[in-house]
């Protein structure tokens, strides 16, 4: 009987050691804790690939994500739905921000009470938030050039199709432009048009290119409805496959248009990674995982990298199917 | 005796779920695990830092972080150390490379070996390697400049003493000129010299540009030797104080200069981070926790982020303690 107890006895010590090392996974968090995703125009498609990372990073960390925001794009009502997640006293808040100076003031207000944020696709540079996840623009537009270059065996005209005056797509277009200038001797981009982020809009510019430049071999789209309006101008005037489009973003419309073959490739934005990296993050500064010096919240010191691009993809008919949302 | 082993065989199931709930922590690794990182001129203090990080991070996954490079600034000593390195068959790689094209064969046959890869301060862009972390120079450049502006209350004559014809160090200069072109309309770069990387040469422009600008107010030195160079000018021509220097790196003749108070501030990588995140980054793909969208292997999608700029930190008297390396 003595020896029976002592059997437990020793079996109860080495549980409560395998409990105790596994207590010391840094990584396992509390069940308890909450992490907030706060956007705004909430309810588009596109923050769902954004939440999903962070829930999977989430999941894998043991925590909880939860997924909030302003129903507009109006700043005034993000900067009071910041408000309330902030009263909350989450573990951590990833906000895309729409307007970078708007959402300025509730952010450094949420990290003075020792909340970290971080902002995703969205900045505010000006705010204290550690970090900035999102696509770098110009590099996006650098990807596609690469893509209707090898498309095209790097020669041809070529048009582009985007939004004048607004930064993220005058961005695209000079990566494009300035990487099929360096890189891509033997092709010239011919036309530049607005499409001002409208399908009718883009169709009757790419009508007017296809009029005027019978050699025109491609034409890259820095927006998804612009990609759209292309493909009713390329398969009016019968050019389908004679004049390729590269297209932005991986609404279902543009999945369609690829799958049938009128689109020949899109670029994806890194939206999963956006949320999976801002989530861990947060776990990393909540948990005070990251110490690049000591004692760095006391020095100024940000111990988080400054800027994420979450980088893109290039979709094609060759791996559509794994890009529709589930 | 019924009892006390049927409590015995209870004890027994709870301490295997406990082991086996413990075992299920995605970010436990295998202690046998060996990750590398691969540098060129190895015994430079630079590294250390990055190192430094990843180890940090391999001992929060319970894996092994290995230091390995090539003695020398040569390319092809680093092929062959990092084909040594292949031949382990290691769990990742994190490599800064001496040449960019000049690695690019062997990082793709570890990729297509299956052993990820990451680049870290020095990139192989055209390689197949999963992401970049580094510094982004004009970011830098721009931190510099922000805090001169800072120092010197937004107005008053500055220079910069540079690399001419480096891509790091005109992007830092570039970084600096246009910021304070762009938000800082008081302020103004009077004159602009090329210091070689050599302290002496440093101290030469220097001590030209104190004579010929009498207003001189501010230098911003892109690299830790100019530095030195401008300190020694500064302190002869007796205006310590009175033209403020901005450095960068954290060499330590900086950092004392620094604590002596003739350098006023310097610009510090985040050279822990590139090691602690390239780690966390190539746990993440080793062990297949990071998935965009399903089956991203076989789809040619990289499901990590392209570029992390690493980022930078302002030194000054008041946390340059942190920065000495232990």
Redesign the interface.
């Known amino acids: 009987?003595k020896k029976?107890?002592s059997?437990?006895c020793l079996?109860?010590v080495?549980?409560t050691t395998?409990?105790s090392?596994?207590a010391k996974?840094?990584?396992?968090g509390n069940p308890k804790e909450e992490y907030y995703m706060v956007t705004f125009a909430s309810g588009i498609e596109y923050w769902r690939g954004c939440f999903k990372?962070m829930q999977?990073a989430a999941k894998?960390f043991g925590v909880r994500a939860i997924y909030t925001g302003a129903p507009q794009a109006d700043v005034n009502q993000e900067v009071t739905v910041l408000e309330q997640v902030i009263a909350k006293k989450p573990a951590g808040i990833a906000i895309t921000c729409a307007n970078p100076d708007g959402l300025r003031a509730p952010i450094n207000k949420a990290i003075a009470a020792g909340i970290p944020v971080v902002t995703f696709d969205a900045d505010s540079p000006n705010s204290n938030r550690y970090c900035y996840?999102g696509t770098?623009n110009y590099?996006a537009g650098a990807a596609a050039a690469r893509y209707i270059a090898k498309l095209l065996g790097g020669q041809g005209e070529v048009a582009v199709s985007t939004v004048t005056g607004q930064l993220n797509h005058e961005e695209r277009k000079s990566g494009f432009v300035d990487t099929l200038a360096k890189s891509f001797p033997n092709m010239k981009v011919v036309a530049v048009g607005n499409d001002n982020n409208d399908q009718t809009k883009a169709a009757t510019v790419i009508a007017g290119f296809l009029q005027a430049r019978p050699n025109l071999k491609g034409v890259f789209c820095t927006d998804a409805l612009g990609g759209v309006g292309a493909a009713a101008a390329i398969r009016e005037a019968n050019a389908i496959g004679k004049v390729k489009i590269v297209s932005f973003d991986t609404d279902k419309g543009t999945l369609d248009l690829i799958k049938e073959g009128v689109i020949s490739a899109s670029i994806a934005q890194?939206t999963?990674?956006m949320g999976?990296?801002s989530m861990?993050f947060l776990y990393n500064i909540k948990h005070n995982?990251?110490?690049?010096?000591?004692?760095?919240r006391s020095?100024?010191?940000?111990?988080?990298?400054?800027?994420?691009?979450?980088?893109?993809?290039?979709v094609t008919k060759?791996?559509v199917d794994?890009?529709y949302s589930k």
Chains 1, 2 share one sequence.
């Open positions: 009987m029976v107890l059997i437990v079996i109860l080495l549980a395998v409990v090392a596994a996974n840094v990584f396992a990372g999977d894998l996840l770098s590099n890194g999963w990674s999976y990296w861990t995982l990251v110490k690049p010096v000591d004692g760095w020095k100024d010191i940000n111990p988080l990298p400054g800027v994420v691009d979450t980088g893109t993809n290039v060759s791996n794994a890009f």
